[in-house]
């Protein structure tokens, strides 16, 4: 059946065509017509209820908005990669109507829109446009005084912020939203928010806030099994970045039981597999730390993987090599990151990265790369600003510098690195304290 248009209809469906088209604002008349506003409302609309469907195949925890039901003629995906491939062909559509909508104050569906594709965003990990939508998320919701989605459209800004390793902002649009849930008494909502500060405090090493997130969303968790299993998971994340690797290895095979027992996504399974390698690595539980991370290359062989987990498993597989001491192996799993890195559209736990083929040069005696490895990872340590890592990093490049005889710069890089560890009291801070007042030409 061919639907047909008065010509009313057409006119207004031509001009919002006119306006999506329009590369200059400058060119655009400052009033849209009633009719043209409708047909706005109505591709947003339709919008929204396409992502109601993409909800559907996300594995990602979000917390129910009222209409989450209400799929109406939407397209049905099959899985998670077809509403991805949904997203890709329409990206730009996407953005371009909901900035229309802003202008137009015809956006009383924006927010729930980015909210559908919280988890395409993250898995392709545009960090830029993830931004954007939820800075158009949060107006729609603040414009039209809708309280849930404002603290919806917060916690997906806060999950833009901590990819983008932007943590400490993160960390306030998640208390915000955590406020707002409690507010509306919305357990499932402060769950979610506890749950993302949680990970946000983790990712700044704030180990102590993330920890007391963590222990109160066990609290008030006691019916949602996934959240809950997720908590001892990030817990595990907290115990390695501490350096209590034997408490990281129980809250990981406690998350990871919970996990199995309720049948969890498996992008939930890839992360307590990942954080299990990391916590045996440091262990030096080596075959274990295998079987973990084979575990996490066995689920993506079964069909799912997003570019973080990609590039946390090839670091994860590059850090059990250098433990292992198979060094050449070592070099070609960090290049495959860089390769990786490449093809997406932001990168992803970069420094990490360089000071991983930092290590890896140092142990083969190419004292001078090495050292450039670490530089690079240095200044993207001192943009983020997280002070264990940036002496760590600080660590390795003041050795790499001692090693090839340059002295002076590796005592002043030492020297530094230990003033940025000073107020951090933890296993993991004075084991590098140790390991930097070791260092000299």
Known sequence: MTSRFTPEQAEAAAEVLEYLR???SGSRTGVMTGPARQVLEALVGRYASTVRAVRRVSPILLPVLPGDDELGDAPVFANFADAEGWYSANADGILDALVLASQHKADEQSSRVVRGLE??????????RRRILSDLALASARRHGDKPAEA???LNRGGGYKMANKPTLAIEDF??????????????????ALSRLGVAHAAARHLEDADAALVQLLGMAECDDVHRAMARVNRAWVATNRGEVSAAIEHGLAGLELLRACDADMLWLIEAHLELTAAYTRNGDIEEAGRHLDEVYGLFASGFETFPVRISAALASGELLIARGRHLEAMAA????LLLQAAGPAPFRMADTLDGTGRVLFEIGEYGPAADEHNAALVERNQVGEQFATARTGFYLARANFASGRVDEAALLRDQALSELAGIVDPAADALRAELSLLSG
């Open 152 to 154: 919806h459209a917060l």
């Open 119 to 128: 988890c395409v965003l993250t898995s392709l990990h545009d960090t830029d």
């Open 334 to 337: 960090f290049q495959g990151v």
């Open 175 to 192: 208390k915000q939203a955590a406020r707002l849930f409690a507010d509306l008494n919305d357990t499932a909502g402060t769950v979610a």
């Open 22 to 24: 329009s590369t200059d």
